[in-house]
C-alpha cells in the first residue's frame, strides 16, 4: 500500500515498570525509582524520569546505577503484576481499535488507514489516549505518521506523557535534526561504526549512498537508510504467536559446581514444561545458553519429537549443558528455551511412555494448577528451585 | 558377445529391478547394471550394495559369454521408444557396447562386469530356509510396511520383523506411536526363527512380488537374506539387533470394544484432521454409546470441526486425543466393513481389529498410541 495513506499510531507507556508501582504505592510518586535485579550484578529494566538526570539508562548494570544515583529506591519488580496492567491496556486498545499489533509488554502499532475518513485521526488517538489514562491510570504517549518507524521516533520525542502527530511533509524536516540512534534498528554498535564514518544526524546519513551503508551495516543497512528517509513499509501485523519460551538466571556469584548448575537448569526445565502442558503446547526445540565469567555467550539446541514431558526434556537439557559447557571457567548465567511451539498434545511411545507415567503427570498438574506451581516438584530440582525462585 | 531382445522386453526386466538404483550412490559402477550372459540367458544386476536384485531373461542369436557394467540411466531411456528387436554387440575386452536399433546405433564405451561388487553371501552353517506363497508374503508387507519408523536412533524398529514358528508366521512393524501385527497360521515352520526386513528392500518387494500362490524361497542367516521367487532374486542386508518385545505392550485385556463403520469413520476423519494443527495434528475422539464424536481444533489459526457418526460402544464415557494421520493410515489399511476399536483408558493403547476377516488364516491387529490430552 502507498505509505501516503496510510496511517500508524504508535503507543508506548511511559516507564512503565515504575508507572505501576507508583500506581500501587503513590508514596514512590516523584522521587527516582530503579526497576531491576536488586543484587550488585543485577541490571536496570526500567527507572524514572527523576534518575535518568543521573545519568541512569535502562539496560546499565544495577552497581553502576546505583553509583550514579544512590537515592534511587530499588524495586525488586513484579512480572505477574506488569503483565496484568499490560493485558489491561491491551483490552482497551483491543476495544476500540481495528488493528492492533502488541509489540512488547508495554508497546502497541495500531493500523488506522482509513479510519481519518470517518473520524479525525488525530482526535480519534487522543480520544484513545485519554481512555487508557483514565481506565488504567498509567501514564502513555502516542506518535501518529505514515509508518511505524517514523510513528515510534515521533512517540520518543513526545515522551513524557506526550503526543506527536507527524503529517507526511513533516515527516523529513522532522527526521533531519534526530540522532540516528534514534533509529529502531540501529543499536549500540551500528551507531558507533557510523559514528567513526562522521554521520550522526540522521540528515547526514540520507546523504550517504544507501549502497555504502548497506557495505558498512550489512543486509540490515538498507532498511535503515530507506528509515532515514522516512520510508518503512513494514505493516502491522495483527497477531503474533509466542513462538518460544524461556528463562534465564544471573547469579550472584560466578559458579562452577556442574552438578549444581545442571540442577537449576532441571529446575528451570521443570518450569517451563509446566507452563507449555498449561498452555497445551508442544516444544520441538531446545536451546540451553550459558555465560561466562568472561562474557562469552555460548548456546547450543537440538531439534527434538514434539514433547511437554518435564522428564524427555530435562534429559535433553542436561545433555546440551554437557555438550557446551566445554571450558573450565566458572559460570555467570545459565538460561533454558524452548521454541518451534505447537498448540497440541504430546505423543506417547509404546514401549517408553507408561499409563502409570501418563497419570502421575496429571496429578501433578492437577496439584500445580490448583496450589501454585511450587507445590510439587522433582527432588532433582529441589536445590536448584531456590536459585530459580518461584 | 552378441545377443538380440526384444525393446520391452528387456526393458520391463530394466524397470522392475532399477528401484534399487540410488540416486546418490557412493560406487559410480553401482549407476549401472550389470549384464550376464551365459548360453542364451542373460542375468541383470542392479545393486545399492545394501540391497541386489537380480533377473534373468531369455535372449536370442547369443553368441559368445562375458559380464559387462551398463549404463543404467541412458539404457532405461528405452521407454521412449517403440517395441523393436534390438542387437547388442559388446566387446569384453574393449568395452565397447554398440546397441543397434532398427533405425540407428547407441555406441558407448561402458565399465568392467568384474568391478561390480559382489551381493552378500548367506552363511552356510546358519542359515535358515523358508518357502511360501508370494501372496502371504506380499500381503505381510503390504499390511504392515506403513507403520516402520525412520528413525536413526532405533535401526531395528526401520523394518518389519518376521518371525516363523510352529504356529504361525509373523510380521511386526511399529514406530513406537503405531503397530501393527499380521499373522498367517497358515504359514509355519518346525525351526523357530526371524529376521528384520529393511524398509527399502521390502518396498521392492511389495513392487515385484506377484499376488498370486506362487512360491517364495527365503534363505536367511543373521546379517542377510536372499529372496528368490519368479524370475526375480533379491539379495538384501538385514537389520541387526534385537526387536523391541512388542507382545509387552499389546494389551490383552481392553475392556471397552467399539463397533463403527470403517468407511464412515475414514471419510470423517479426513475431513476433520483438515482442521487440526497440522504439526500436532491432534484428533479427539469423543465416545458414548451410540455415538462417536470426532473433532479437530488448531487455535492458532482459530479453525475447528467436528463430525458426528454413530457406533456400537459398551462402556465408560472416554475422550481419547490420536494423531490424525495415524488414524487414518491404521484405518485405511483394515480392508472389513466394520472396524473394532479396543479401549481402556485415555492413556492406554488402543487396538484397531477388523470385524471379518479376509481369510480364516488371518489374523491383522493394530494398535494406535494415544496422544496426552488434558484431562
Known amino acids: 500500500m502507498e505509505q501516503d495513506k496510510r496511517n500508524i499510531l504508535h503507543l508506548d507507556l511511559d516507564t512503565f515498570f515504575v508507572s505501576v508501582e507508583r500506581l500501587r504505592n503513590s508514596q514512590l510518586n516523584n522521587k527516582p525509582i530503579i526497576v531491576g535485579g536488586t543484587s550488585d550484578r543485577g541490571v536496570v529494566s526500567a527507572c524514572s524520569y527523576e534518575t535518568r538526570a543521573f545519568g541512569v539508562y535502562s539496560g546499565m548494570p544495577m552497581k553502576m546505577a546505583r553509583r550514579l544515583c544512590p537515592e534511587a529506591r530499588l524495586i525488586r519488580g513484579d512480572m505477574d503484576q506488569y503483565s496484568k496492567y499490560s493485558h489491561l491496556v491491551t483490552d482497551i486498545i483491543a476495544d476500540e481499535a481495528p488493528v492492533y499489533e502488541k509489540m512488547s509488554i508495554d508497546e502497541h502499532y495500531l493500523d488506522l488507514t482509513g479510519m481519518d475518513r470517518f473520524f479525525g485521526t488525530l482526535k480519534w488517538s487522543k480520544e484513545l489516549r485519554q481512555r487508557i489514562i483514565k481506565e488504567s491510570g498509567l501514564p502513555i504517549s502516542f506518535g501518529l505518521s505514515k509508518n511505524k518507524c517514523v510513528a515510534k521516533i515521533a512517540t520518543g520525542e513526545a515522551k513524557p506523557n506526550g503526543e506527536l502527530q507527524i503529517a507526511s511533509q513533516e515527516i523529513l524536516p522532522f527526521l533531519a535534526p534526530l540522532s540516528i540512534r534514534k533509529i529502531p534498528g540501529v543499536g549500540n554498535k551500528a551507531f558507533q561504526t557510523l559514528r567513526t564514518m562522521g554521520v550522526d544526524t540522521i540528515a547526514t546519513l540520507r546523504n550517504v549512498p544507501p549502497d555504502m551503508v548497506a557495505r558498512v551495516l550489512g543486509k540490515n543497512g538498507e532498511d535503515v537508510w530507506k528509515k532515514a528517509n522516512g520510508i518503512d513499509l513494514s505493516p502491522v501485523k495483527p497477531y503474533r504467536e509466542r513462538k518460544s519460551i524461556g528463562t534465564e538466571r544471573t547469579f550472584n556469584n560466578d559458579r562452577a559446581d556442574t552438578a549444581r548448575l545442571e540442577e537449576i537448569i532441571a529446575a528451570m526445565t521443570e518450569k517451563l514444561a509446566f507452563e507449555l502442558r498449561r498452555k497445551e503446547k508442544v516444544t520441538s526445540c531446545v536451546t540451553i545458553k550459558i555465560r561466562y565469567a568472561n562474557f562469552d555467550t555460548h548456546t547450543k539446541q537440538q531439534r527434538i519429537p514434539y514433547s511437554a514431558m518435564d522428564h524427555q526434556l530435562i534429559k535433553i537439557g542436561r545433555e546440551l549443558f554437557r555438550k557446551v559447557y566445554d571450558r573450565r571457567m566458572r559460570v555467570r548465567l545459565v538460561g533454558v528455551k524452548f521454541s518451534h511451539l505447537v498448540h497440541g498434545a504430546h505423543q506417547l511411545d509404546l514401549f517408553e511412555d507408561t499409563s502409570e507415567m501418563v497419570r502421575l503427570y496429571q496429578a501433578l498438574d492437577s496439584l500445580k494448577n490448583r496450589y501454585g506451581d511450587h507445590i510439587v516438584h522433582k527432588a532433582l530440582s529441589m536445590s536448584g528451585r531456590k536459585v530459580v525462585g518461584r | ?375
Do not use: W
Open chain 2, 1 to 375: 558377445m552378441n545377443f538380440v531382445v526384444s525393446s520391452t522386453d528387456l526393458l520391463n526386466h530394466l524397470q522392475a529391478i532399477a528401484k534399487v538404483i540410488s540416486s546418490k550412490n557412493t560406487l559410480p559402477i553401482l549407476d549401472n547394471f550389470l549384464f550376464e550372459l551365459k548360453s542364451n540367458v542373460l542375468t541383470i544386476t542392479a545393486s545399492d550394495l545394501e540391497t541386489t536384485l537380480v533377473t534373468s531373461m531369455e535372449v536370442e542369436n547369443a553368441e559368445g559369454e562375458g559380464v559387462i557394467a551398463v549404463d543404467a540411466r541412458r539404457l532405461l531411456k528405452l521407454k521412449d521408444t517403440s517395441e523393436q528387436p534390438l542387437t547388442f554387440n559388446i566387446n569384453t575386452e574393449t568395452l565397447s557396447v554398440d546397441i543397434l536399433s532398427e533405425s540407428g546405433k547407441f555406441s558407448k564405451v561402458e565399465q568392467k562386469g568384474d568391478d561390480f561388487p559382489q551381493p552378500h553371501e548367506v552363511d552356510e552353517t546358519k542359515k535358515t530356509e523358508i518357502a511360501l506363497p508370494a501372496e502371504a508374503l506380499l500381503t505381510a508387507i503390504n499390511k504392515t510396511i506403513f507403520a516402520t519408523a525412520d528413525d536413526d536412533l532405533r535401526p531395528v524398529m526401520n523394518g518389519i520383523l518376521f518371525t516363523f514358528s510352529a504356529d504361525y508366521m509373523t510380521a511386526v512393524a511399529s514406530d513406537a506411536h503405531k503397530m501393527v501385527r499380521y499373522r498367517r497360521t497358515d504359514i509355519t515352520s518346525e525351526q523357530e526363527s526371524s529376521f528384520i526386513l529393511p524398509q527399502k528392500p521390502a518396498q521392492l518387494l511389495k513392487n515385484l512380488l506377484p499376488n498370486d500362490e506362487s512360491e517364495v524361497k527365503i534363505v536367511f542367516d543373521h546379517q542377510n537374506a536372499i529372496i528368490e521367487f519368479a524370475n526375480f532374486v533379491q539379495v538384501c542386508r538385514l537389520v541387526e539387533g534385537k526387536y523391541p518385545n512388542y507382545d509387552a505392550v499389546i494389551p490383552k485385556d481392553n475392556p471397552y470394544r467399539m463397533t463403527v463403520d470403517r468407511l464412515d469413520i475414514y471419510n470423517k476423519l479426513k475431513m476433520v484432521s483438515g482442521y487440526a494443527n497440522p504439526a500436532s495434528n491432534l484428533v479427539k475422539m469423543s465416545i458414548a454409546p451410540n455415538e462417536l464424536k470426532v473433532s479437530a481444533q488448531d487455535l492458532d489459526f482459530s479453525m475447528s470441526a467436528f463430525e458426528r457418526l454413530k457406533c456400537e460402544y459398551e462402556g465408560e464415557e472416554m475422550e481419547i486425543g490420536f494423531k490424525g494421520v495415524f488414524l487414518l493410515e491404521i484405518i485405511a489399511n483394515i480392508s472389513s466393513t466394520d472396524v473394532f476399536v479396543e479401549l481402556s483408558d485415555p492413556s492406554r493403547a488402543a487396538l484397531f481389529l477388523p470385524v471379518e476377516k479376509d481369510d480364516d488364516n488371518e489374523d491383522l491387529l493394530m494398535l494406535i498410541m494415544p496422544m496426552m490430552v488434558n484431562q
